[in-house]
């Protein structure tokens, strides 16, 4: 830790480098897409899923890395995304 710097400073660091990196390196299967679709009950196409599971984990309430997945809450849309932490695939979104 820095000089002046809090150890709250350190975990928003921590958290910002985090939802960075799964921003700009989150990733698909094709089945993905209907896991998603079936899972929230929609019909978004797959341009909508990817622009949906952007803005939940930029807008993230909670990222928490828990054994192998990183679970994102987004508590306004009501989502959580489970997204593997080794190639930060996304497994699955559920409804909060």
């Known amino acids: 830790m820095m000089k ?3 150890m709250g400073d350190n975990i928003d660091q921590t958290r910002l480098s985090i939802k960075n990196d799964l921003l ?4 698909y299967t094709s089945l993905v897409y209907q896991r998603v679709n ?5 019909q978004f196409s797959e341009l909508e899923i990817e622009k949906l599971v952007q803005a939940v984990i930029n807008n993230a309430d909670s990222i928490v890395l828990t054994g192998k997945n990183y679970y994102v809450d987004d508590y306004q849309r009501q989502i959580s995304l489970t997204i593997n932490a080794g190639n930060h695939r996304l497994i699955t979104a559920n409804q909060l």
Not at 24 to 27: D, K, L, S, W
């Open 38 to 42: 079936k899972k929230l009950a929609t």
């Open 24 to 27: 700009a390196t989150v990733c």
């Open 4 to 6: 002046g710097e809090k």
